[in-house]
């Protein structure tokens, strides 16, 4: 199954053993996020909530 990601617009092809494939398969609408965008956002977010080093 050919998704596109809904952060970069990349697309991956997916097989059954895929965590998604069948949440995607149910509804092809789903949001399907690729794993570099989940790092990316999953890194983001814990940098959010440091603290800001003091000057």
Do not use: S
Not at 15 to 31: C, F, G, S, T
């Amino acid at each position: 199954m050919e998704v596109r990601c809904m952060m970069c617009g990349k697309k991956e092809g997916i097989k059954e053993d895929h965590i998604d494939y069948r949440k995607l398969q149910k509804n092809p609408k789903a949001v399907y996020i690729c794993t570099l965008c989940m790092a990316r956002a999953f890194h983001e977010a814990k940098e959010g909530q440091k603290p800001n080093k003091p000057i």
